[in-house]
């Protein structure tokens, strides 16, 4: 379900948990495209404090959550998913009753609840912004990450339309364009198009560093082509990925034995020397990656998503 108009979001102090590549995106894209709105941060991690305060990613960057979220109108968790629990629980007591918050988890079944059982009392428009890197930390954000990617709004059953609207309108001024999905749902999709291939990224890498008989100095030497591809995913933060894995267990368990399957069946056809089989698959699966560069979803381009300015 596709929303349209692009209202002002209205928000005029914003707070950032979590001031990693996400959370340091964020903060420097609110400066950049919302310049009236006032950004604080936290981080549970005080070098990542000192750091973000060296980069000036924010207004205000105090060193308790308290202090961080107290007059904030919105409050966007940039924390892995796994420590969304935790972290909404310790603002819980500190947030004004009229904040809204929203999230950047990557998979939204467990932040949805996550997020409405700590936090009863007020509005939470839970969002995914399909946009990242392989780096992780606070001097890895910038402002345009968000530009031209899709944010999905995952909102429970219930959810004040006005506070979905607003958050809508808070990711289109960043640059994205929004969708609204049922959190399930969201998690299905994810799971083949963002998971699963992280997990076979991070296998593939994995069993070619374990292969005896070719060193590691031959597994970069000659890492030229697709191998150095899958290298890049690999390097992904591995707390992140933990906590995705644990937490859309369900979806990425169904994907992988369906990938399980036609890996098999692949085999099969490679060792009976089915070419035609082959042939088939590989016409497919160029088709499918032809339209995703029509439609401009093409990240290998070399100034996709990458542009600092
Ligand atoms: N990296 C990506 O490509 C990407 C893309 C979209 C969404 N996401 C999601 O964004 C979130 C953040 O990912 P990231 O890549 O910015 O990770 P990151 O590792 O760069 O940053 C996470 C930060 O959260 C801080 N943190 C952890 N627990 C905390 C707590 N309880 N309170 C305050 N701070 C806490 C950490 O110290 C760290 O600085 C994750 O939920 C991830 O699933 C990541
Ligand atoms: O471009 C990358 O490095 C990413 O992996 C980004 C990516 C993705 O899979 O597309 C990773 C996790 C997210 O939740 C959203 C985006």
Not at 82 to 99: D, K, N, R
């Amino acid at each position: 379900m596709a929303r349209s108009t692009p209202l002002g979001s209205g928000f005029a102090r914003i707070a950032v948990i979590g001031l990693g590549l996400i959370g340091s995106s964020v903060a420097l894209g609110v400066r950049r495209y919302l310049p009236d709105a006032t950004v604080t941060g936290y981080d549970a991690a005080a070098g990542v404090r000192d750091a973000a305060r060296d980069l000036a990613l924010c207004h205000d960057l105090p060193d308790a959550m308290r202090e961080a979220v107290a007059d904030a109108d919105l409050v966007v968790l940039c924390v892995p998913v796994g420590a969304m629990a935790a972290a909404a629980e310790a603002m819980a007591p500190h947030l004004a009753p009229h904040a809204i918050v929203t999230d950047v988890g990557s998979c939204k079944a467990s932040v949805v609840e996550a997020l409405a059982a700590a936090l009863p009392a007020h509005a939470i428009v839970p969002a995914h912004p399909v946009a990242g890197t392989e780096q992780s930390g606070p001097a890895a954000g910038f402002a345009t990450l968000f530009q031209h990617r899709w944010c999905i709004l995952t909102p429970p059953e219930g959810t004040d339309p006005a506070a979905v609207a607003r958050i809508a309108a808070f990711w289109e001024m960043l640059g994205a364009e929004v969708e609204v999905m049922a959190p399930d749902h969201h998690d299905r999709v994810l799971a083949i198009t963002s998971h699963l291939p992280h997990l076979i990224a991070y296998t593939i890498v994995g069993t070619a560093s374990d292969l005896e008989e070719v060193t590691q100095s031959e597994v970069i030497k000659y890492s030229a082509g697709g191998f150095r591809d899958f290298t890049r995913i690999a390097a992904s933060d591995p707390t992140m990925w933990r906590d995705v894995f644990l937490a859309n267990r369900e979806a990425v368990l169904d994907m992988l034995q369906r990938f399980s399957e036609d890996l098999s069946a692949l085999q099969r056809a490679i060792r009976w020397g089915k070419g035609d089989e082959l042939f088939d698959l590989f016409t497919r699966t160029r088709a499918v990656r032809r339209s995703i560069v029509e439609q401009g979803q093409d990240d290998a381009r070399p100034d996709f998503g990458r542009s600092h300015d």
